[in-house]
């Protein structure tokens, strides 16, 4: 599963904040070999032009202080090229991956790798839809147990129990 946050909701937006998890839909093991980058915003604007939007900032601007300061904080921030080495790695090995809306995250994320000339680590049929899984159920299940919201690994976290409860939910096996 992965899940970005950022600046805007255009395949050319910056990225703030990737985090990824990994897990078996058909278990109840916990996800895990997570992944969390906080993005060089600077680089991504001014090198490759990547777009911020100002609807997005003032969206931003209303979340809870908490979620703004790791979302914006200065600290360990990554450039591209250790963003897609790193994400590059913990792709190795995964038959499929998951997001709340590919039109969204993949998009941003294959548009970034155009950017910055690499080829991307997944294959156009590995990707998959949480949202539409989600949507067959009688009630969203993220609302049931999600803590944290706009933090890219937490999010990760919960959209893959979902997708766990919700597999289980209909008898998914393989």
């Not at 969206?59 to 790193?86: C, P, Y």
């Not at 919960?158 to 998914?172: D, E, I, M, S």
């Amino acid at each position: 599963m992965i899940d970005l946050e950022t600046l805007g909701v255009e395949p050319d937006s910056v990225i703030i904040t990737l985090g990824a998890v990994k897990f078996n839909p058909f278990s109840d093991e916990e996800p895990n070999r997570g992944l969390y980058l906080r993005c060089d915003v600077e680089e991504q604007s001014e090198k490759y032009g990547r777009s911020i939007d100002d609807n997005t900032l003032a969206w931003w601007s209303k979340q809870k202080q908490e979620i703004q300061d790791e979302a914006f904080g200065d600290h360990e921030r990554v450039n591209m090229d250790s963003l897609t080495k790193q994400l590059n790695k913990w792709c190795v090995g995964v038959d499929y991956l998951w997001c709340q809306g590919p039109l969204f995250d993949y998009a941003i994320l294959q548009n970034l790798y155009k950017n910055v000339g690499k080829p991307c680590p997944w294959n156009f049929w590995q990707i998959r839809d949480s949202r539409t899984v989600f949507a067959m159920m009688p009630s969203d299940p993220r609302k049931a147990i999600q803590e944290q919201l706009h933090n890219a690994l937490a999010d990760c976290y919960y959209q893959a129990k979902c997708l766990q409860q919700t597999y289980k939910h209909f008898g998914v096996t393989r």
